[in-house]
């Protein structure tokens, strides 16, 4: 009875921000450790469904950082990063693409299994175009995008459908990149115009102290977050996270969330 009334607390508390948010786009990026704990990644999912069946807009964009390293190395493939972003080489690029689209087909089940509509967006549909990424130099087949299809992509939004969205495309040279997913969420959020662009991660978000859950940043200015990348503060894979919110944001995205998934 208590975890009914508990429930029916929530939802209340809900009410406003419901009404708020009603028939606004969020773009929402989840990955990394998350996808891995199923109970975790269930309940992800299921929110992102209560979402669309309140009448607010979701679009998910996925990584799969922990799936494509674990495929790497059964083929002999050693994973390397710089400043949070994978290197990627012809072989490399292939597994890449074939970890995501199985997990893109799978969040897509798992949508529908709790009575969402959903369809994926992978390298095959032909609606992600890209560039070479030379932010770091030359990663290999590591791209950024240049344009999404947002007329289909649109579409599916207005037909209550949320698109999930892997994070690789093709080149103008017919050659598949891998593009970092926080890179590619960000990049979605401002061509649609979202209301909220929000990045789920496995820790609590930007912290002085990565040790100190008590020296959480909840606001961060742009000059700021600059300021604790060159610092070595903000490091890793909270580089292109933190690029990614600073960037959504500058291009008229009304919010931009990184929250502990």
Do not use: W
Not at 210 to 225: E, H, V
């Amino acid at each position: 009875m208590k975890r009914v009334i508990k429930k029916a607390d929530i939802l209340i508390e809900a009410i406003p921000y419901i009404k708020k948010f009603r028939g606004k786009t969020f773009v929402i990026k989840y990955g990394g450790s998350l996808m891995s704990d199923r109970k975790i990644a269930n309940g992800i999912l299921e929110d992102v469904v209560f979402l669309s069946l309140v009448g607010i807009k979701p679009v998910l964009v996925h990584g799969g950082g922990n799936e494509i390293s674990l495929m790497m190395k059964k083929r002999g493939l050693r994973p390397k990063f710089v400043h949070g972003h994978r290197v990627t080489d012809e072989n490399a690029v292939k597994v890449v693409d074939r970890a995501l689209s199985k997990l893109n087909r799978d969040i897509v089940q798992k949508i529908r299994s709790v009575h969402g509509r959903a369809l994926g967006i992978k390298s095959c549909d032909h609606i992600i175009r890209t560039v070479k990424d030379l932010t770091y130099g030359d990663l290999g087949f590591v791209g950024k995008i240049s344009s999404i299809n947002k007329h289909l992509v649109e579409k599916f939004i207005e037909e209550g459908i949320i698109a999930v969205v892997a994070p690789i495309g093709y080149g103008k040279d017919s050659k598949l990149y891998n593009i970092n997913a926080d890179s590619a969420a960000s990049y979605i959020a401002k061509d649609l115009r979202a209301e909220k662009f929000i990045l789920l991660t496995d820790v609590c978000g930007v912290m002085i102290d990565q040790k100190d859950r008590g020296s959480l940043i909840s606001t961060l200015p742009f000059k700021k977050a600059k300021s604790l990348i060159e610092k070595k503060v903000i490091s890793a894979g909270m580089i292109p996270k933190v690029n990614a919110c600073i960037q959504a944001v500058r291009c008229n995205v009304a919010k931009a969330h990184i929250v502990d998934g």
